[in-house]
């Protein structure tokens, strides 16, 4: 794998493989093997242009498990105050010896700018652009719903006919539209809720059904419901109820939780809005998969870093090299 942009081009093959090799990395993890020296000598530069907890934290911590040495950019506090632009910024890093950068940009295409200008020769992973895809946060949703599901029948398998409703801020969600590609590749049945202010106009483009009640669709009992945090710092346009009549319309509530059946599992890729798009309740409930995501996350970032930096590279293999 030479980049990791998007996972609307990451076929089930391809997919599942990532998912499997993760299962791997899960499993060095839970024998303790706390570091492996498969990247011993690369260089991971984590570059951030927008505030992230678990993104940049699970890339340094995958990183650092496979002995690559780090180097930690967040554009608050650097030259990008000073007006310094991306190409230069890429090129710096590189010039540091970068072999892969994680890159989150509020610019919906930024990594795919930087995989494709020629600035850099580092492999690009996209670690959340603008509203367009967070492909890592979608690898480790699928690889959770697998696990949670599957078990330890988890490898080699897709999610063939589950179930998935992801429920609030689509139309900012880079998170949604990664999870869309990803789950219905791997086979999943995906339902969009949302008031219809925050479903994106294109949506009939895309392989999902779409309802605008929440009950009707917990009445159908899916596989796992994805809440998805409101974006209240993007909500320029859109229009947007009160908080507290979206928490009674469209926020996963006690009760809620209490109508789905028993082994329905609550996906939040966080940060969360207690009280909003999630109540307390079903946050910290058993069905709750919130921090398994997190633990998740490690795993799938140290697969997604080997496959790039470990494997032989497609153009070096097309070249001979
Ligand atoms: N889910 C996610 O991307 O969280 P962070 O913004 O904290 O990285």
Redesign the pocket.
């Known amino acids: 794998m030479r980049h990791l942009l998007d996972t609307k081009t990451l076929d089930r093959q391809t997919a599942v493989g990532i998912l499997d090799v993760a299962e791997d990395m899960a499993d060095t993890q839970r024998r303790e093997v706390k570091k492996l020296p498969t990247l011993r000598g690369k260089t991971v530069v984590n570059l951030f242009f927008?505030?992230?907890?678990?993104?940049?934290?699970?890339f340094e911590a995958a990183a650092k498990r496979l002995s690559a040495d780090v180097i930690n950019f967040s554009a608050k506090g650097s030259s990008v105050s000073k007006g310094e632009s991306l190409q230069d910024t890429a090129q710096t890093l590189q010039a540091m010896g970068a072999d892969a950068v994680v890159i989150?940009h509020g610019a919906s295409g930024a990594p795919r700018t930087l995989a494709t200008s020629g600035w850099i020769t580092a492999g690009v992973v996209n670690?959340?652009d603008g509203t367009h895809e967070?492909p890592t946060?979608a690898l480790l949703d699928a690889f959770t719903i697998r696990k949670r599901r599957f078990g330890d029948a988890s490898r080699g398998r897709g999610l063939d006919a589950i179930r998935v409703t992801i429920v609030g801020d689509i139309l900012h969600s880079r998170?949604a539209r990664s999870n869309v590609w990803l789950l219905t590749a791997l086979g999943a049945e995906v339902t969009l809720v949302a008031p219809p202010t925050l479903i994106p106009q294109d949506v009939s483009d895309w392989p999902v059904r779409v309802d605008y009640d929440l009950d009707r669709a917990i009445a159908e009992g899916p596989d796992a419901v994805m809440m998805l945090r409101i974006q209240l710092e993007r909500m320029r346009a859109a229009y947007f109820p009160t908080e507290r009549e979206y928490a009674r319309v469209w926020g996963l509530s006690r009760q809620r939780v209490a109508a789905l059946p028993p082994d329905t599992m609550v996906l939040h890729?966080?940060?969360m809005n207690r009280g909003l798009e999630i109540a307390a309740e079903a946050a910290d409930s058993e069905r709750s998969t919130v921090l398994e995501q997190v633990t998740n996350?490690v795993s799938v970032r140290m697969a997604v870093l080997y496959l790039l930096l470990a494997g032989e590279r497609d153009d070096e293999r097309e070249d001979g090299r």
């Open positions: 927008e505030d992230s907890t678990r993104t940049r934290i699970s989150r670690a959340g967070h946060q998170v890729p966080g940060p996350g």
